[in-house]
């Protein structure tokens, strides 16, 4: 079983960065998929970041990508989110999740444990 606790969200203002942390327990990160979600009032969950297992390939939201990288601590076992030139529509509560799907990048629907998430709010 696999524990996810997920930090580092705050309120920032536009064009700001900020560095969320998902630190797991239970399960090397090296060997499973990690993906960061996110969620807004009234709209479905998202996939926003996604590293496969042992860090091969990497997924990035369309709107996202340029701004965000996934990365991982093997050593710390914990998975970040570095969010760059942050925009008031990034606002949600992020989460991160894992899969145990061994090739590639998962499917959004195959990722599991699900922590509390971390609040992040970007004001214009």
């Known amino acids: 079983q696999v524990q996810l606790v997920e930090s580092g969200g705050k309120l920032v203002q536009a064009g700001d960065s900020l560095r969320l942390s998902c630190a797991a327990s239970?399960?090397?990160?090296?060997?499973?998929?990690m993906g960061w979600f996110r969620r807004t009032p009234g709209k479905e969950r998202e996939i926003v970041a996604a590293?496969?297992?042992?860090?091969?390939?990497?997924y990035y939201l369309d709107s996202v990508k340029g701004r965000f990288t996934i990365s991982s601590d093997n050593a710390k076992n914990t998975v970040y989110l570095q969010m760059n030139s942050l925009k008031p529509e990034d606002t949600a509560v992020y989460y991160c999740a894992y899969s145990t799907v061994l090739i590639g990048i998962p499917p959004a629907s195959t990722y599991r444990g699900w922590g509390q998430g971390t609040q992040v709010t970007v004001s214009s």
């Open positions: 239970g399960r090397a990160v090296s060997g499973i998929a």
């Open positions: 590293i496969g297992r042992r860090g091969i390939g990497t």
